[in-house]
């Protein structure tokens, strides 16, 4: 089945410092890929949706200068926080759309960011 | 604008016991309906999902859901619950596009 590998799975930074989050879809193409943050014991909130080769739409509330997307191929889109701060650790997850026509898609592992 | 709501946060079982997670939602048309899984700091794992066809819905682990349009449900079961079971439950709806997740219901297990 599609396979979304996401790196890293934990990271710890220093406030100010950016950090860079991979994800790759292993056996398919993705032209779309979501990004979700999810703070503890709460739901998943989307915070851009990218699009190969064009850029990203970013839900509202979210800083896009903040949490750069991009999506240049068809396997990877990573997602960087700039700047980061304590109030940006969470958990990141990305999830790729397998099967538009069905509703399919596939969630990486998600990343845990803590910045200190 | 879709949302869903799963009105349990926590719900606590029996190991063997039945189980169902509640969940509701809004959507402007017919909508796709899954249902994840997420351990402890992990990802999340399709249970199953239903976008047309029969309205009871097979999923993995022995899992099932009822998609009824009539009172905006679709809500999971399973017969008998393992310990291994015990995991964070997201109701999700969506279309073509992005989904829209649930709060989650936490599940606790007891022997």
């Known amino acids: 089945g599609a396979v979304v590998s996401q790196h890293p799975s934990r990271v710890i930074c220093k406030s100010g410092t950016s950090v860079k989050i991979e994800c790759r879809s292993l056996?398919?193409?993705?032209?779309?890929m979501f990004w979700y943050r999810q703070f503890p014991k709460q739901s998943l909130m989307l915070m851009a949706t990218?699009?190969?080769?064009?850029?990203?739409?970013?839900e509202q509330g979210v800083e896009k200068d903040k949490f750069l997307i991009n999506h240049a191929s068809l396997t990877l889109s990573t997602l960087t926080v700039t700047s980061a701060h304590p109030e940006d650790s969470s958990f990141y997850i990305c999830?790729?759309?397998?099967?538009?026509?069905?509703?399919?898609?596939?969630f990486g592992s998600g990343t845990r960011l803590t910045v200190v | 604008a879709q949302s869903v709501t799963q009105p349990d946060i926590h719900i606590t079982v029996s190991e063997g016991a039945s189980l169902e997670l509640r969940c509701n939602y809004s959507?402007?048309?017919?909508?796709?309906l899954f249902w994840y899984v997420q351990s402890p700091g992990q990802g999340l794992q399709l249970l199953l999902k239903?976008?047309?066809?029969?309205?009871l819905v097979q999923g993995i682990k022995g899992f099932e859901a009822e998609f009824k349009r009539s009172q905006s449900s679709f809500n999971l079961r399973k017969p008998s619950v393992h310990w291994s079971d015990a995991a964070e439950y997201f109701c999700?709806?969506?279309?073509?596009?992005?989904?829209?997740f649930g709060t989650g219901t936490r599940l606790t297990i007891i022997p």
């Open positions: 990218s699009n190969e080769g064009s850029k990203a739409t970013y």
């Open positions: 999700a709806v969506g279309a073509t596009e992005k989904l829209t």
């Open positions: 056996d398919f193409q993705a032209t779309t």
């Open positions: 239903y976008f047309s066809g029969d309205t």
């Open positions: 999830s790729a759309q397998t099967d538009p026509d069905r509703g399919g898609y596939t």
């Open positions: 959507y402007g048309a017919t909508p796709y």
